[in-house]
């Protein structure tokens, strides 16, 4: 079978800019006397990148941040051009990159459902058949004749992505869009993003949620700093790419933090770093912070939000920090964690990608056949009179 769409040998080149002077005067700036002494450093952030979809397939597009998703499909999109290389495309695409890309703030919701369409190559008969749909599954009826920059962020998501899906493209490009709107909208739209995988259209979904991605997608791509690291199976796709992850722990050969790891003992969980400085700390502060699989912050503090007692921790250059975390209970899943470490004026050293730990029963609470809500167990008393 033909493909619908062809990534051949696509690169992307970005010149980043480095001043080579902390301070620069008034004058300089003003008169752009000091662009002579700007460094630019090229950056490829997508090498040779090339792979072909299939009509009706949905593709799952993942890597760490920074790996060139968003690039890629800026360049499928044709918001951006490639450096080198070309795309191939044979059917309409749609694309929902970011939360209002392609809407016009000063436009009503109603015109801009009529301009997205047109722009989307189609006719106003096939917009106004699909207006109610759109309209419904947006759920922002009330506000239809209301300009679009009065919307929240999560009333432009659901518009946008009800007229990128409602429309009839051949080929449906999502970005982590998931990542904004609430539970509810988020399951709507996995179901929607079936629904149009079932009608034989064309889907590439890029997200940091493997549970996401492995649902929706047969097949996956795995980009790593700018190139294919894998395609295939998104089975092995999503394996592949938890092996390079860090589970549970991580340990580093130089810098402030050694090591750090969490672990789940019954109902707590209990969070160790050791460092080592190149001077005396007088108050290590360490932060934390445990996020769901999209990446939204859950439960996070430090000692010095919590004003902690260090006692008996006397100033050294090195030390183990040992956090025992008894609350929030959480319900079974794979949850990302996110360390800051410093004293109390300066961070030395934050973790770039997170660290991926999982919870399995975490309280009796939470029975074996419940279905409980979001991602905290909460502790009632229940009266009934
Ligand atoms: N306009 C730009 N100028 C310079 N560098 C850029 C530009 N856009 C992206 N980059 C760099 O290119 C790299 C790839 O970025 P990209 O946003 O595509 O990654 P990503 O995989 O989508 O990451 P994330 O998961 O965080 O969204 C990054 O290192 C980024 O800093």
Redesign the pocket.
């Known amino acids: 079978m033909k493909s619908i769409l062809d990534i051949e040998h696509i690169s992307k080149l970005?010149?980043?800019s480095h001043q080579g002077l902390p301070y620069l005067s008034l004058r300089e700036r003003l008169t752009g006397l000091f662009r002579g002494r700007e460094k630019q450093e090229p950056?490829w952030?997508l090498q040779d990148v090339s792979f072909s979809v299939a009509p009706g397939e949905s593709l799952g597009i993942i890597?760490?941040?920074?790996?060139?998703?968003?690039?890629?499909l800026?360049i499928l999109s044709r918001i951006t051009p490639p450096t080198s290389g070309r795309i191939v495309s044979r059917g309409r695409i749609a694309s929902l990159l970011e939360v209002g890309t392609g809407f016009h703030q000063e436009l009503t919701g109603r015109e801009n459902i009529f301009m997205n369409g047109s722009i989307l190559g189609m006719r106003r008969s096939e917009i106004t058949a699909s207006f109610d749909q759109i309209v419904d599954f947006s759920g922002v009826e009330n506000f239809l004749d209301t300009p679009i920059k009065h919307y929240s962020s999560g009333m432009q998501l659901r518009l946008a992505f009800a007229v990128a899906a409602h429309l009839e493209p051949e080929i449906l490009i999502v970005d982590?869009v998931l990542a904004v709107g609430d539970a509810e909208f988020q399951k709507k739209c996995l179901k929607k993003m079936e629904d149009v995988a079932g009608q034989g259209r064309t889907i590439l979904f890029?997200s940091?949620n493997m549970d996401a991605v492995t649902a929706l997608c047969k097949k996956g791509v795995f980009?790593k700093q700018?190139q294919v690291e894998g395609y295939g199976d998104i089975h092995e796709i999503v394996r592949s790419y938890h092996d390079e992850t860090h589970h549970n722990s991580m340990t580093l050969e130089k810098g402030s933090v050694r090591s750090v790891e969490i672990q789940q003992q019954g109902e707590t969980l209990v969070l160790t770093v050791c460092y080592q400085h190149d001077a005396v700390i007088d108050y290590p502060n360490l932060g934390f912070s445990i996020r769901d699989m999209f990446g939204h912050p859950l439960a996070g503090t430090n000692p010095m939000k919590s004003q902690v007692n260090m006692r008996p921790y006397k100033p050294s250059r090195e030390g183990r920090i040992e956090v025992t975390i008894s609350s929030p209970k959480f319900m079974e899943g794979t949850y990302q964690l996110y360390v800051w470490f410093g004293d109390s004026r300066r961070n030395f050293f934050e973790t770039k990608d997170p660290i991926l730990f999982q919870i399995t029963k975490m309280s009796p609470e939470q029975g074996r056949n419940a279905k409980f809500d979001g991602y905290i167990i909460p502790e009632c008393q229940w009266n009934f009179f």
Do not use: C, D, P, R
């Open positions: 970005f010149l980043i950056f952030a890597g760490k941040n920074g790996a060139g998703k968003s690039t890629l800026k982590e890029v940091h980009l700018g």
